[in-house]
């Protein structure tokens, strides 16, 4: 299993791009199933949850062919209705097969994904929509058994904005027969992609961004040819790497709007950052302060960059209050940066950092999570030691040669075979 060795102490200077989204690239992967036929996706990342994503798709009778960051998928009738538990369990975002296959074949078996290191996270807001829609959804055996002559379209209210629900409905609605109103839905940018890839395949979608989805479903949809939009969990980690190493980094290819939480955050702690359409770039800075973050739904604190952030709140002067308020495990991450010497109490979901300029040490870790490892790697950053994170098969499900970005703005990190 490979490993991640990082000698912290230098300060991270240049430019570097983003990649494509792996929370865009995954649903708009699925959504292909919603018709036959040869779609066309740019700017996919080259990850691992995209090839676990490949693997169900070539399962459900899919040819997918990759040159570079462009991956073309091949809509055949699937033989079997079924996305089996060995592929399922590797990403728990294999659920999203569930809409499409319901909508357009009126039958699908999807093993129940299961909780992670992160929460529970049950699928309660996929089933129960899709029940209000006309399907018949058991679960038996560990899978999802859903059945449907074709879905009808209804009102429907989430009692949560989730992402994934909010996707599912999305495509399943989208060949349902009459109009679908969903309300309290997500905005994240990643909906409003699948929207538009939707909306070129012929779905007649409306109010994406905004609180309510409305879809008027259609008989039959086309094939897409669509570009992912760039990863802003990706972007801003790369912001902080370069904030919390002093140090002065561009960061391209990146949609600054999309992740302003993070970058007002920044400047609250005396960071001076400067934005165009496209790239975001962090200055050189000595000292910052320590300030309080709620994640929330987007547009607020993304879930996905609270552990990054609490290793910049390490380095901060003063004490920052970090409240988790998505998922109920979050903080996994906390005993690991302890490890390297951080001061964290960790109370239910809200982690109290005092921070301490230097206060970091290198020491070996474990990631328990995506971001976690992410922000082991910050963190490793900011010292003035060696650290190993062990366990990276974890990063390498959503970051793109993370290590090579960071080496080419002059961090010390390299991958080895353990
Ligand atoms: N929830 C339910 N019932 C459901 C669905 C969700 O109770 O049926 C709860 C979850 O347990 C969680 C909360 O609602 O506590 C939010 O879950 P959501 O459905 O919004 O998240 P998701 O679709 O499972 C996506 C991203 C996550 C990201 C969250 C929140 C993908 C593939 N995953 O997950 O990304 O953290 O939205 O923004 O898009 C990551 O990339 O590291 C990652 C975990």
């Given at each position: ?13 240049g ?70 538990y ?92 009459g ?19 939707l ?93 309080d ?20 709140m ?19 991450h ?26 970091l ?9 995506l971001?976690?490892s ?23 499900r ?5 290590e ?15």
């Amino acid at each position: 299993m490979d490993i991640i060795v990082i000698k912290g102490g230098r300060q991270l200077n240049g430019t570097v791009a983003t990649s494509g989204a792996k929370n865009a690239a995954l649903p708009l992967l699925f959504s292909s199933l919603l018709a036959q036929g040869e779609h066309v996706f740019d700017n996919v990342p080259r990850l691992n949850d995209i090839d676990s994503t490949e693997l169900l798709l070539n399962h459900l009778n899919c040819e997918t062919q990759r040159n570079g960051h462009q991956l073309k998928v091949n809509v055949n009738r699937p033989q079997s209705l079924v996305a089996p538990y060995d592929i399922v369990r590797k990403m728990r975002a294999s659920i999203l097969c569930l809409g499409p296959l319901i909508a357009r074949y009126g039958e699908a078996k999807v093993s129940l994904p299961g909780g992670c290191a992160i929460g529970s996270r049950p699928i309660n807001l996929h089933i129960e929509p899709l029940r209000q829609l006309g399907a018949e959804i058991d679960i038996e055996n560990g899978y999802v058994m859903a059945r449907a002559n074709r879905l009808v379209g209804d009102r429907i209210v989430f009692d949560f904005a989730t992402v994934g629900g909010t996707e599912n409905i999305m495509m399943a609605a989208s060949l349902a027969r009459g109009t679908t109103i969903m309300e309290n839905v997500a905005k994240e940018p990643e909906i409003v992609d699948l929207a538009r890839c939707l909306r070129s395949m012929g779905a007649k979608i409306q109010g994406e961004g905004s609180s309510v989805i409305t879809i008027e479903g259609v008989d039959e949809l086309q094939p897409a040819r669509h570009r992912v939009i760039p990863d802003r969990i990706e972007a801003g980690t790369l912001l902080l790497a370069g904030a919390i190493t002093g140090g002065d980094v561009k960061v391209t290819n990146c949609v600054p709007k999309d992740f302003d939480a993070l970058i007002n955050k920044l400047i609250d702690c005396g960071f001076a950052v400067e934005c165009g359409d496209d790239w975001v770039r962090v200055k050189p800075c000595d000292r910052w302060v320590a300030v309080d973050v709620d994640t929330a739904p987007h547009p607020g604190f993304p879930t996905d960059l609270q552990a990054q952030f609490m290793a910049l709140m390490t380095q901060a002067d003063g004490t920052s209050v970090i409240t988790e308020r998505i998922f109920e495990n979050r903080f996994m991450h906390v005993q690991e940066l302890a490890r390297m010497g951080a001061n964290i109490t960790p109370k239910s979901q809200v982690s109290v950092v005092r921070g301490e300029k230097g206060g970091l040490s290198a020491a070996p870790v474990m990631a328990t999570d995506l971001r976690a490892s992410a922000s082991l790697i910050l963190a490793a950053l900011a010292t003035d030691g060696e650290t190993t994170v062990n366990r990276i098969y974890h990063l390498d499900r959503g970051y793109e040669k993370l290590e090579e970005k960071l080496s080419s703005l002059g961090a010390c990190i390299e991958r080895r075979a353990n």
